[in-house]
Structures are given as C-alpha cells and as structure tokens.
C-alpha cells in the first residue's frame, strides 16, 4: 500500500486524490446518495467512476474519493459501495484497507513533528475525526 502512494504522489506531483483519480482517468461524478452512502467506484464499459455524496463537507468529499481511488488501486475488479456504520452492514477488510489507504494519502509528505498529536495531523491534513484509527 505505501508503495503504490508513494508511486501515485511521485508521478502526478500531489497527494490531492482528485488530481490523482483525473490523471488515471477515473471519472468524478456527485449526486444525492441517499443517508448511509458517502461514496461508491465502479466500472462501466471500461470506464471508472467514483461518485461522491454531494451533500458532505469539502474534507470528507477529499476522503471519499481517496478512499473510492483505494478501491480502483488495491481492489481492481470490484465495485464497492462506502456504506455508513449506521448501515446493517459490517465494515469489511476491503473498507478498512480502503480507509487506512485515504489516511496515508491525504498525510503522505507530513509527519508528526515534535510536539504534535496524532489528532493535529490529521485535522491539518483535513481527515475527519472518526477516520483517526486507521492512522496506524
């Protein structure tokens, strides 16, 4: 996973997910998804999508897609469905490593400096609160 980041960021100059998912050429799209559903990626006729929940705030918009690019990334073949907690659904292997791959993303080129919390990069990085346990 640190590779495949560390490969992404050199080559399109960013750790932005929406640079990086346009540079591959993954389509962005945001529409109503309904309470429960912060996201989704799939493939139509060749093409990739992530489609982002209109109605979240610029941070988790950034989380979701470098979560949905997680899938395209590690999880090719699959389309995936970010599904809330509240949802009947657990959270599987495959959004975990999703998670903790948005969280190395959005945080790759930073690092704890002296003094620093774990909470003050993350929320300097923008990475939502709830999203701090997928920091390790």
């Not at 309470?35 to 992530?50: A, E």
Request: aromatic share 14%; hydrophobic share 40%; glycine share 8%.
């Amino acid at each position: 996973m640190n590779e495949i980041i560390s490969k992404l960021t050199r080559r399109f100059q960013s750790n932005d997910p929406f640079e990086i998912a346009a540079g591959l050429g993954i389509h962005i799209r945001f529409a109503d998804l309904g309470p429960g559903t912060r996201g989704l990626y799939f493939k139509k006729l060749r093409r990739r999508f992530i489609v982002i929940h209109d109605q979240l705030d610029e941070n988790w918009q950034r989380f979701v897609c470098a979560h949905e690019l997680a899938h395209d990334r590690l999880h090719p073949g699959f389309s995936r469905f970010w599904l809330d907690e509240q949802s009947f659904f657990n959270v599987g292997k495959y959004e975990r490593q999703a998670n903790k791959f948005a969280v190395r993303l959005l945080t790759a080129g930073d690092a704890l400096a002296k003094g620093d919390t774990i909470e003050s990069l993350l929320q300097r990085n923008g990475i939502p609160e709830e999203m701090q346990k997928y920091y390790f």
